[in-house]
Protein backbone atom coordinates (compact mmCIF):
# COMPACT_ATOMS: atom_id res chain seq x y z
CA UNK A 1 0.00 0.00 0.00
CA UNK A 2 1.60 3.30 -0.96
CA UNK A 3 2.28 6.21 1.78
CA UNK A 4 -0.89 8.32 2.61
CA UNK A 5 -1.70 11.00 -0.45
CA UNK A 6 -3.69 13.98 -0.77
CA UNK A 7 -6.74 13.77 -2.92
CA UNK A 8 -8.95 15.84 -4.65
CA UNK A 9 -12.09 14.14 -5.67
CA UNK A 10 -14.72 15.36 -7.47
CA UNK A 11 -18.36 13.83 -8.25
CA UNK A 12 -17.68 11.97 -4.23
CA UNK A 13 -21.44 12.71 -3.60
CA UNK A 14 -22.35 10.11 -6.85
CA UNK A 15 -23.21 6.66 -7.52
CA UNK A 16 -19.67 5.49 -7.51
CA UNK A 17 -18.11 8.25 -5.42
CA UNK A 18 -20.03 7.22 -2.53
CA UNK A 19 -18.20 3.90 -2.53
CA UNK A 20 -14.75 5.33 -3.55
CA UNK A 21 -13.98 7.92 -0.69
CA UNK A 22 -14.21 5.52 2.60
CA UNK A 23 -11.89 3.15 0.14
CA UNK A 24 -9.99 5.82 0.10
CA UNK A 25 -10.00 6.81 4.02
CA UNK A 26 -9.36 3.38 4.75
CA UNK A 27 -5.89 3.13 2.95
CA UNK A 28 -4.90 6.43 4.93
CA UNK A 29 -5.24 8.97 2.45
CA UNK A 30 -6.59 12.65 3.02
CA UNK A 31 -9.28 13.28 0.65
CA UNK A 32 -11.02 16.43 -0.31
CA UNK A 33 -13.78 16.61 -1.93
CA UNK A 34 -15.52 19.27 -4.33
CA UNK A 35 -19.24 19.99 -3.77
CA UNK A 36 -22.05 22.02 -4.91
CA UNK A 37 -23.81 21.72 -1.57
CA UNK A 38 -21.59 21.70 0.72
CA UNK A 39 -24.09 21.35 3.72
CA UNK A 40 -26.08 18.38 1.84
CA UNK A 41 -22.67 16.05 1.91
CA UNK A 42 -22.17 16.48 6.22
CA UNK A 43 -21.96 12.68 5.86
CA UNK A 44 -18.85 13.04 3.89
CA UNK A 45 -17.49 15.53 6.71
CA UNK A 46 -17.91 13.31 9.36
CA UNK A 47 -15.95 10.84 7.89
CA UNK A 48 -13.60 13.37 7.66
CA UNK A 49 -13.65 14.28 4.21
CA UNK A 50 -12.50 17.92 3.26
CA UNK A 51 -15.37 20.03 1.64
CA UNK A 52 -14.87 22.16 -1.06
CA UNK A 53 -17.46 24.41 -2.52
CA UNK A 54 -17.01 24.64 -6.20
CA UNK A 55 -18.15 22.84 -9.73
CA UNK A 56 -16.83 21.90 -12.75
CA UNK A 57 -18.51 24.23 -14.44
CA UNK A 58 -16.82 26.35 -12.81
CA UNK A 59 -13.18 26.82 -13.19
CA UNK A 60 -12.35 29.40 -10.43
CA UNK A 61 -13.91 27.36 -7.96
CA UNK A 62 -11.27 24.15 -9.01
CA UNK A 63 -7.94 26.03 -8.24
CA UNK A 64 -7.87 25.86 -4.55
CA UNK A 65 -8.96 22.29 -3.58
CA UNK A 66 -6.27 21.30 -6.17
CA UNK A 67 -3.27 23.24 -4.90
CA UNK A 68 -0.39 20.45 -3.65
CA UNK A 69 -2.89 17.17 -4.51
CA UNK A 70 -0.97 14.66 -4.88
CA UNK A 71 -3.68 12.85 -6.95
CA UNK A 72 -7.08 14.01 -8.39
CA UNK A 73 -9.81 11.41 -9.25
CA UNK A 74 -12.19 13.20 -11.57
CA UNK A 75 -15.65 11.17 -11.20
CA UNK A 76 -18.34 14.43 -12.21
CA UNK A 77 -20.69 14.22 -14.80
CA UNK A 78 -23.84 14.31 -16.02
CA UNK A 79 -25.64 10.74 -16.70
CA UNK A 80 -28.82 10.40 -18.01
CA UNK A 81 -30.07 9.09 -21.19
CA UNK A 82 -32.94 11.75 -21.70
CA UNK A 83 -32.86 15.76 -21.22
CA UNK A 84 -35.09 18.00 -22.53
CA UNK A 85 -32.29 20.58 -22.73
CA UNK A 86 -29.37 18.77 -23.93
CA UNK A 87 -26.97 21.63 -23.63
CA UNK A 88 -26.47 20.21 -20.14
CA UNK A 89 -24.43 17.50 -21.76
CA UNK A 90 -21.80 19.46 -23.00
CA UNK A 91 -21.61 21.72 -20.22
CA UNK A 92 -20.40 19.37 -17.59
CA UNK A 93 -19.21 16.20 -19.75
CA UNK A 94 -17.29 18.35 -22.37
CA UNK A 95 -16.31 21.60 -20.44
CA UNK A 96 -16.52 20.13 -17.12
CA UNK A 97 -13.67 18.17 -18.29
CA UNK A 98 -11.72 20.88 -19.71
CA UNK A 99 -11.75 23.39 -16.81
CA UNK A 100 -10.83 20.19 -14.27
CA UNK A 101 -7.89 18.90 -16.13
CA UNK A 102 -6.81 22.27 -16.97
CA UNK A 103 -6.66 23.21 -13.13
CA UNK A 104 -5.10 20.07 -12.49
CA UNK A 105 -2.22 20.66 -15.08
CA UNK A 106 -1.94 24.06 -13.65
CA UNK A 107 -1.73 22.95 -9.82
CA UNK A 108 0.89 20.37 -10.99
CA UNK A 109 -1.46 17.49 -9.77
CA UNK A 110 0.80 14.10 -9.46
CA UNK A 111 -1.54 11.74 -11.04
CA UNK A 112 -5.13 12.29 -12.20
CA UNK A 113 -7.53 9.29 -12.77
CA UNK A 114 -10.26 10.40 -15.26
CA UNK A 115 -13.37 8.22 -14.82
CA UNK A 116 -15.03 7.83 -18.15
CA UNK A 117 -17.26 4.81 -19.54
CA UNK A 118 -17.73 2.39 -22.03
CA UNK A 119 -19.81 4.71 -24.11
CA UNK A 120 -17.23 6.68 -24.71
CA UNK A 121 -15.99 4.65 -27.70
CA UNK A 122 -19.04 4.78 -29.31
CA UNK A 123 -20.76 2.00 -31.39
CA UNK A 124 -17.02 0.89 -32.47
CA UNK A 125 -16.42 -1.15 -35.21
CA UNK A 126 -14.12 -3.79 -32.82
CA UNK A 127 -16.46 -6.19 -31.15
CA UNK A 128 -15.83 -7.03 -28.17
CA UNK A 129 -13.74 -3.60 -27.25
CA UNK A 130 -10.90 -3.40 -26.41
CA UNK A 131 -8.55 -0.22 -24.75
CA UNK A 132 -7.46 0.47 -28.17
CA UNK A 133 -10.76 0.28 -30.13
CA UNK A 134 -11.62 2.63 -32.92
CA UNK A 135 -14.52 4.96 -32.17
CA UNK A 136 -17.87 4.54 -34.05
CA UNK A 137 -21.09 6.69 -34.11
CA UNK A 138 -22.61 7.78 -31.43
CA UNK A 139 -26.75 7.10 -30.65
CA UNK A 140 -27.09 10.10 -28.14
CA UNK A 141 -25.67 12.95 -26.74
CA UNK A 142 -24.48 11.24 -23.71
CA UNK A 143 -22.74 8.94 -25.59
CA UNK A 144 -21.06 12.09 -27.88
CA UNK A 145 -20.65 13.72 -24.93
CA UNK A 146 -18.63 11.36 -22.59
CA UNK A 147 -16.21 10.77 -26.17
CA UNK A 148 -15.75 14.82 -26.35
CA UNK A 149 -15.04 14.89 -22.47
CA UNK A 150 -12.29 12.19 -22.74
CA UNK A 151 -10.87 13.82 -26.27
CA UNK A 152 -10.16 17.19 -24.18
CA UNK A 153 -8.72 14.73 -21.07
CA UNK A 154 -6.31 13.53 -23.72
CA UNK A 155 -5.27 16.65 -25.30
CA UNK A 156 -4.19 17.40 -22.37
CA UNK A 157 -1.86 14.45 -21.19
CA UNK A 158 -0.22 15.39 -24.65
CA UNK A 159 0.13 18.75 -22.97
CA UNK A 160 2.34 16.78 -19.64
CA UNK A 161 -0.76 16.11 -17.37
CA UNK A 162 -0.50 12.88 -16.34
CA UNK A 163 -3.51 10.96 -16.81
CA UNK A 164 -5.08 7.66 -16.59
CA UNK A 165 -8.47 6.64 -17.23
CA UNK A 166 -10.88 3.74 -16.22
CA UNK A 167 -13.92 3.06 -18.82
CA UNK A 168 -16.50 1.66 -16.69
CA UNK A 169 -19.38 -0.97 -18.38
CA UNK A 170 -23.27 -0.83 -17.27
CA UNK A 171 -22.54 -0.30 -13.86
CA UNK A 172 -24.81 -1.78 -11.09
CA UNK A 173 -25.10 -2.25 -6.96
CA UNK A 174 -27.14 -1.01 -4.11
CA UNK A 175 -28.84 2.39 -3.90
CA UNK A 176 -28.33 2.65 -7.83
CA UNK A 177 -29.94 6.19 -8.52
CA UNK A 178 -29.35 6.37 -12.40
CA UNK A 179 -31.14 4.90 -15.27
CA UNK A 180 -30.27 0.95 -14.90
CA UNK A 181 -31.72 1.08 -11.24
CA UNK A 182 -34.31 3.00 -12.27
CA UNK A 183 -35.03 -0.32 -14.74
CA UNK A 184 -34.61 -2.56 -11.96
CA UNK A 185 -37.17 -1.04 -10.13
CA UNK A 186 -39.88 -1.18 -12.75
CA UNK A 187 -39.26 -4.55 -13.80
CA UNK A 188 -38.96 -5.82 -10.13
CA UNK A 189 -42.56 -3.52 -9.33
CA UNK A 190 -43.90 -4.67 -12.55
CA UNK A 191 -44.21 -1.53 -14.12
CA UNK A 192 -42.07 -2.44 -17.09
CA UNK A 193 -45.07 -4.22 -19.46
CA UNK A 194 -42.75 -4.28 -22.52
CA UNK A 195 -39.43 -5.86 -23.94
CA UNK A 196 -37.34 -4.45 -26.21
CA UNK A 197 -34.26 -4.65 -28.33
CA UNK A 198 -33.86 -8.25 -26.71
CA UNK A 199 -30.54 -9.20 -28.75
CA UNK A 200 -28.80 -6.65 -27.60
CA UNK A 201 -27.04 -5.88 -24.18
CA UNK A 202 -24.18 -4.79 -22.07
CA UNK A 203 -21.02 -5.43 -20.24
CA UNK A 204 -22.21 -4.69 -16.58
CA UNK A 205 -19.73 -4.02 -13.75
CA UNK A 206 -20.75 -3.99 -9.81
CA UNK A 207 -20.46 -0.13 -8.67
CA UNK A 208 -18.32 -1.61 -5.36
CA UNK A 209 -15.91 -3.14 -8.18
CA UNK A 210 -15.85 0.32 -10.09
CA UNK A 211 -14.29 2.19 -7.15
CA UNK A 212 -12.30 -0.35 -6.12
CA UNK A 213 -10.57 -0.02 -10.09
CA UNK A 214 -9.83 3.55 -9.55
CA UNK A 215 -7.89 3.22 -6.21
CA UNK A 216 -5.96 0.21 -7.76
CA UNK A 217 -5.29 2.70 -10.91
CA UNK A 218 -4.13 5.58 -8.39
CA UNK A 219 -1.97 3.22 -6.75
CA UNK A 220 -0.05 1.84 -9.53
CA UNK A 221 2.64 3.90 -10.03
CA UNK A 222 3.34 3.01 -13.71
CA UNK A 223 0.09 3.22 -15.93
CA UNK A 224 0.11 6.95 -16.86
CA UNK A 225 -1.65 7.16 -20.13
CA UNK A 226 -2.81 3.36 -19.80
CA UNK A 227 -6.53 3.18 -20.47
CA UNK A 228 -8.13 0.34 -18.29
CA UNK A 229 -12.07 -1.41 -19.46
CA UNK A 230 -13.73 -2.23 -16.36
CA UNK A 231 -16.63 -5.00 -16.39
CA UNK A 232 -16.58 -8.76 -17.51
CA UNK A 233 -19.63 -10.02 -17.39
CA UNK A 234 -21.79 -9.43 -20.71
CA UNK A 235 -25.60 -9.87 -20.55
CA UNK A 236 -28.22 -9.26 -23.29
CA UNK A 237 -31.36 -6.94 -22.57
CA UNK A 238 -33.31 -10.17 -22.11
CA UNK A 239 -31.35 -12.00 -19.71
CA UNK A 240 -30.46 -9.19 -17.83
CA UNK A 241 -34.57 -8.83 -17.65
CA UNK A 242 -34.56 -12.34 -17.10
CA UNK A 243 -31.56 -11.94 -14.14
CA UNK A 244 -33.78 -9.57 -12.21
CA UNK A 245 -37.34 -11.18 -12.98
CA UNK A 246 -35.72 -14.38 -11.34
CA UNK A 247 -34.18 -12.14 -8.48
CA UNK A 248 -37.44 -10.05 -7.92
CA UNK A 249 -39.89 -13.10 -7.92
CA UNK A 250 -41.87 -10.92 -10.51
CA UNK A 251 -42.98 -12.20 -13.85
CA UNK A 252 -41.48 -10.89 -17.14
CA UNK A 253 -43.10 -8.21 -19.05
CA UNK A 254 -45.45 -9.49 -21.33
CA UNK A 255 -44.92 -7.88 -24.85
CA UNK A 256 -42.08 -7.95 -26.69
CA UNK A 257 -41.48 -4.93 -29.44
CA UNK A 258 -40.13 -5.69 -32.95
CA UNK A 259 -36.77 -3.03 -33.17
CA UNK A 260 -38.93 -0.62 -35.58
CA UNK A 261 -42.00 -0.63 -33.31
CA UNK A 262 -39.72 -0.07 -30.42
CA UNK A 263 -37.94 2.91 -31.87
CA UNK A 264 -41.59 4.37 -33.33
CA UNK A 265 -42.97 4.60 -29.74
CA UNK A 266 -39.92 6.26 -28.41
CA UNK A 267 -40.31 8.68 -31.30
CA UNK A 268 -43.70 9.10 -30.24
CA UNK A 269 -43.43 9.50 -26.75
CA UNK A 270 -40.61 11.50 -27.36
CA UNK A 271 -43.07 14.22 -29.08
CA UNK A 272 -45.81 13.93 -26.54
CA UNK A 273 -42.74 15.49 -23.91
CA UNK A 274 -42.18 17.34 -26.59
CA UNK A 275 -45.89 19.07 -27.04
CA UNK A 276 -46.91 18.80 -23.65
CA UNK A 277 -44.07 18.96 -21.36
CA UNK A 278 -45.34 15.24 -20.19
CA UNK A 279 -42.56 13.11 -19.44
CA UNK A 280 -42.65 9.35 -21.32
CA UNK A 281 -43.65 6.41 -20.02
CA UNK A 282 -40.91 4.48 -18.49
CA UNK A 283 -38.34 7.14 -19.57
CA UNK A 284 -38.67 5.72 -23.24
CA UNK A 285 -37.22 8.45 -25.68
CA UNK A 286 -35.13 7.86 -28.69
CA UNK A 287 -32.19 9.04 -26.96
CA UNK A 288 -32.62 6.52 -24.30
CA UNK A 289 -34.15 4.00 -27.39
CA UNK A 290 -30.72 3.87 -29.60
CA UNK A 291 -28.55 3.84 -26.37
CA UNK A 292 -30.54 0.13 -25.47
CA UNK A 293 -30.53 -1.13 -28.92
CA UNK A 294 -26.81 0.12 -29.24
CA UNK A 295 -25.12 -1.55 -26.11
CA UNK A 296 -21.28 -2.77 -26.24
CA UNK A 297 -19.70 -5.64 -24.77
CA UNK A 298 -15.98 -5.97 -23.56
CA UNK A 299 -13.71 -8.33 -21.38
CA UNK A 300 -11.22 -6.96 -18.82
CA UNK A 301 -8.28 -9.17 -19.04
CA UNK A 302 -5.61 -5.66 -18.98
CA UNK A 303 -7.59 -4.36 -15.55
CA UNK A 304 -7.49 -7.67 -14.28
CA UNK A 305 -4.00 -8.53 -14.86
CA UNK A 306 -2.29 -4.99 -14.62
CA UNK A 307 -4.89 -3.88 -11.43
CA UNK A 308 -5.15 -7.28 -9.71
CA UNK A 309 -8.89 -6.24 -9.90
CA UNK A 310 -11.41 -9.05 -9.00
CA UNK A 311 -15.21 -9.03 -9.67
CA UNK A 312 -17.94 -9.57 -8.22
CA UNK A 313 -20.41 -11.50 -9.91
CA UNK A 314 -23.59 -9.18 -11.36
CA UNK A 315 -26.09 -11.03 -10.18
CA UNK A 316 -24.70 -10.80 -6.52
CA UNK A 317 -25.02 -6.70 -7.35
CA UNK A 318 -28.22 -6.91 -9.09
CA UNK A 319 -29.63 -9.15 -5.96
CA UNK A 320 -28.17 -5.95 -3.36
CA UNK A 321 -30.08 -3.27 -4.84
CA UNK A 322 -33.21 -5.48 -5.06
CA UNK A 323 -32.95 -5.32 -1.38
CA UNK A 324 -32.27 -1.63 -1.14
CA UNK A 325 -36.29 -1.49 -1.74
CA UNK A 326 -37.45 -4.81 -1.46
CA UNK A 327 -36.49 -6.88 1.41
CA UNK A 328 -37.83 -9.60 0.23
CA UNK A 329 -35.50 -10.37 -2.65
CA UNK A 330 -33.76 -13.13 -2.70
Known sequence: MPAPKSVFVTGATGFIGSRLVPRLLKRGHHVTALARRPEQAGHLRALGVQLLRGDVTQPESLTEGMQGADWLLHLANHYSLH?????????????????????????????????????????????????????????????????????????????????????????????????????????????????????????????????????????????????????????????????????????????????????????LLGRLEAWMGVRPVMDFTPSSARHLAAGFRFGSEKAERELGLQYTPVREAVAQDLATFRPSAR
Not at 101 to 127: C, F, N, T, W
Not at 178 to 206: H, K, M, S
Not at 237 to 263: I, K, Q, T, W, Y
Open 83 to 267: ERDESIYTRVNVVGNRNVMRAALEAGVGKVVHVSSGVSYGISPDQPLREDSRVGPFPNAYWRTKHLGDEEVWHLHRQGLPVTAVYPGGVVGANDPNATGAWIRRLAQRRQPVRAFEDRGFTYVAVDDVAEAIVLAAEREDNVGERYLIGREFLTNRAFVELVAELAGSPLPPLVLPDRLAHLNAA
